[in-house]
Each structure stands twice: as structure tokens, then as C-alpha cells.
């Protein structure tokens, strides 16, 4: 690879914007699994990073939401320390939890594309409660779907055990992200560009 | 927590792609021999991975500690029977297999993290995916490194906030909403005050990486990636 100072090729002003909220939201889905609540219906804690899935799709709208996590993996795989209880490596895309990581780019591109009816990002606050908690209940049954097959793939599960094991626990507290994600979508803190 | 430390072992030296090659083979043939056999091999190279790092398998053990629960909980689930006795050892035993390749997989890239720093490896995807969605995941890659404990610390500053006005007291969506909100405002504030940052400094689709470059060492890693999905490939005819 030699220095190319010749040839420059310059990245596009709107895209720069949209790269650099891809990117940090990236990082904040990393920063996520480091905050926990206790959830009232079970002894596991609840974390935000299904949260993070939700609101990339709604507020980058689905193909830079799904970009951005996929950015996330990719930081993830590399050695930053994103995954859930600031895991890092390579490995935890093909283990334990490897059905939830792959899911969640898909999740933020439909997440995305129902809110905003589309491949063009609008402004979240136009759209109607129902659409946007359908399509966040949507991507929830999307990201548990994967995340059963891959503890049924990996760890060599049944379906009973791994439904029991890696979903069971975890759907009812879906449901207050899903209430906070509408919370944050109609607080008008934010106007989408 | 486990992440990159400098140092001068084999394994440091190794070129990434190197590295990766063998992670991407040591799971190819921990998922094609999950026999107590090749479990048994595959802990051989993936201890001796470890220690030529020089991580200590104890300490990684317990920064895996997160993902142990399921590994343990698999077999044991699995093994459950409705009536007399109780217990199959016979079910449980490919998940108790499973489960001790995934924490074979998980050790082999733990020695990636440990010995790779960030730059080696944003230059090695981008090697392995060229062109702009190569440039946009090796940039995203280390903004994500640069701002994530940034962005913890936002969201931990958030809680506090929260924690001193009885923020305890209120229901749970509302405490989420009220952090995730604070981490929202605080990532577009900074990705606008990035852009421009970055616009500023002639951002560009091209801009110059680490050489990369093999070297003597590597030849034995990437025979060893080879021979691992070779294996498998053997093994499953």
C-alpha cells in the first residue's frame, strides 16, 4: 500500500454526516451493555442494547441503523469491548450468542424500513404508535427467532431448552424498551434530518 | 477487562490477517470435530495459542465469565427429563460438547484481542473488504474504539443524575427512556461536532493505512488456519 496524496477521493458532505451518526451510534450500542436495570419479572437484568437496535432503525432510518450495527460487530469482532458484559473477539459471533448479534443489523433495516415506510428516513414523530410499536414488536419476535436458532445451532439445544433458556427470561422486559423507545420517539428531544 | 496489551510474544508479531485466518479455521473445525477426540486437540492449540500470548487461561476464563452461565445451563437443560431418572446423560451430551467448543472458539479470539492493536486490525478489514464499505467499517471500527468510554461515562453521569433527584422511584420505561435519551442527545451532538471535524480534515475514502506484511513467522500460523479448515474439510467427507 503506498501513500496516495495524488489522487484524493473526498467523501461527500451528506454522507460524511451519515457516517459519522452510523459510527457513534455504533459506540453507543457498545456502551449500552454496560447498563443494567433489575427487571422486575426475572432474576436476569435488563440491558438497553435491544433498545439501541430499536432506535437505530428509527432514528438513522434502515440502511444506515443497519450499517451502524453492523459497524457494531465488526468493532465487536476486532476487540472492542461491546458485547454484552463488555465482551470482545471474534468468537462470540459464532458462539452462545451468536443468533442475537447477527439478528440485530436485520432487526435495525426493518425496524427502519416499516417506520419509515421505506429506504428514505423521515421524521419519526410523524408516524403513527401503531406502526411503531408493530414494527418494533416485529423485530423483538425477529431477534429472539435468531437468537434461539443459534443456541440451537451452537450449543446443540432443543427447541424447548433453548426457548427456555435464551428467551423465556428475557421477552417480557421488551416490552418496557418498547414503551421507553415510544417515550423517546414522541419527547420531541430529537428532530430528525 | 480484556483488551489489547502490548508486548513482544509470537503471537503480537503475527500479522492480523494471520490471526484471523487461524480463528476463522479454529472454528471450522471445532464445529466439524465436536468429538471428545478432536475437543481434545483443538484444547491443545487453542491453550497453546493462549499461553504463546502469554494470557493467563485462568484470567480469561473469568473475563468470559458473561457468556459461562448459558454454557453451563445448555447441557443441563438439555439433560432434563419428564419422569425417571430424571436426568439423560446421553441428551446432555453433545451440548456439554457444543458448549466446550464455544469457550475453545471464545479463548482462540480472546488472543486476537490481547495481541492486536486497534489500527493492525481496522488495516486488516479493510484488506479483507475493499472500497468504501471497507473505508466506512475500518473508520466506524475506530470511532468505536475512541468513543466508547465516552459515551459510557455520558450514560453513567446520566444515571447518577437520575439516581440524585429518586430517579429509583420512578417505573422502569421511564428510567430507561430518561438514560437513553441523555445517551441519544449526547451521540448526535457529537457525531454533528464529528462531521465537522472530519470534513474539516479533508475526509477521504483513501487515506493511508500500516503497511502490512508478512513475515517469517506467519508462515506456520497460516499453515496452521489452513490445516484447521482442512480438517474439517476432510472430516466431513
Known amino acids: ?17 451519515n457516517v459519522a451518526r452510523a459510527a457513534l451510534f455504533a459506540a453507543l450500542m457498545g456502551a449500552f451493555a454496560y447498563v443494567s436495570f433489575p427487571n422486575p419479572f426475572s432474576p436476569a437484568p435488563v440491558t438497553l442494547q435491544v433498545l439501541g437496535v430499536f432506535l ?15 459497524v457494531y460487530l465488526v468493532a465487536g469482532a476486532v476487540g ?42 423521515g421524521d419519526p414523530r410523524a408516524v403513527g404508535s401503531v406502526r411503531l410499536v408493530g414494527a418494533m414488536v ?36 421488551e416490552a418496557f424498551k418498547i414503551a421507553a423507545a415510544v417515550g423517546i420517539v414522541r419527547s420531541d428531544a430529537f428532530i430528525a434530518e | 477487562m480484556l483488551k489489547y496489551e ?30 471428545p477426540r478432536g475437543l481434545a486437540v483443538l484444547t491443545a492449540i487453542a491453550l497453546g495459542f493462549v499461553g504463546a500470548a502469554r494470557l493467563s487461561p485462568l484470567g480469561t476464563l473469568v473475563e468470559l465469565r458473561f457468556v459461562l452461565p448459558i454454557l453451563i445451563a445448555a447441557p443441563l437443560l438439555e439433560g432434563l427429563t419428564f419422569g425417571w431418572p430424571w436426568f439423560s446423560l446421553a441428551q446432555a451430551r453433545f451440548p456439554a460438547l457444543a458448549s466446550y467448543r464455544v469457550l475453545l472458539i471464545l479463548f482462540v479470539s480472546a488472543a ?14 479493510q484488506w479483507l473488504i475493499p472500497g468504501k464499505p471497507g473505508q466506512f467499517l475500518g473508520m466506524g471500527v475506530a470511532v468505536v474504539f475512541r468513543f466508547l468510554p465516552v459515551i459510557v ?20 420505561a421511564e428510567r430507561i427512556r430518561i438514560v437513553a435519551t441523555a445517551g441519544l442527545r449526547r451521540v448526535f451532538a457529537r457525531a454533528d461536532a464529528l462531521s465537522l471535524a472530519l470534513r ?38
Not at chain 1, 56 to 70: C, D, E, K, T, Y
Not at chain 2, 11 to 21: F, I, M
Open chain 2, 112 to 125: 486476537y484481542v490481547h495481541t492486536t492493536p486497534t489500527r493492525e486490525s481496522r488495516a486488516a478489514v
Open chain 2, 200 to 237: 474539516a480534515r479533508c475526509f477521504a475514502w483513501n487515506p493511508t493505512l500500516p503497511r502490512l506484511s508478512l513475515g517469517w513467522w506467519d508462515v506456520p500460523g497460516m499453515a496452521l488456519g489452513l490445516a484447521l479448515v482442512g480438517s474439517a474439510v476432510i472430516g466431513s467427507v
Open chain 1, 80 to 121: 472492542a469491548p461491546v458485547f454484552s458484559g463488555g465482551a470482545a473477539g471474534l468468537g462470540h459471533l459464532v458462539g452462545s450468542n451468536a443468533g442475537y448479534l447477527i439478528s440485530w443489523p436485520v432487526a435495525a433495516f426493518v425496524v427502519g424500513a416499516i417506520v419509515h415506510g421505506g429506504l428514505t428516513v
Open chain 1, 56 to 70: 437505530a432503525g428509527i432514528f438513522l432510518g434502515p440502511v444506515w441503523g443497519g450499517a451502524s450495527l453492523v
Open chain 1, 138 to 173: 416485529l423485530a423483538t419476535a425477529l431477534i429472539y427467532a435468531f437468537g434461539i436458532a443459534g443456541l440451537m445451532i451452537v450449543l446443540g439445544m432443543g427447541p424447548v431448552a433453548a426457548f427456555t433458556a435464551g428467551a423465556a427470561a428475557f421477552i417480557p422486559a
Open chain 2, 153 to 172: 461515562d455520558d450514560l453513567v453521569r446520566a444515571r447518577e443524575a437520575m439516581h440524585a433527584r429518586l430517579g429509583t422511584e420512578r417505573p422502569l
Open chain 1, 1 to 17: 500500500m503506498s501513500a496516495d496524496t495524488h489522487d484524493v477521493d473526498l467523501v461527500g458532505e451528506e454522507v460524511v454526516e
Open chain 2, 6 to 35: 502490548p508486548g513482544s510474544t509470537v503471537v503480537h508479531a503475527l500479522d492480523p490477517r494471520t490471526k484471523l485466518a487461524v480463528q476463522a479455521g479454529f472454528a471450522v473445525a471445532a464445529f466439524a470435530h465436536t468429538t
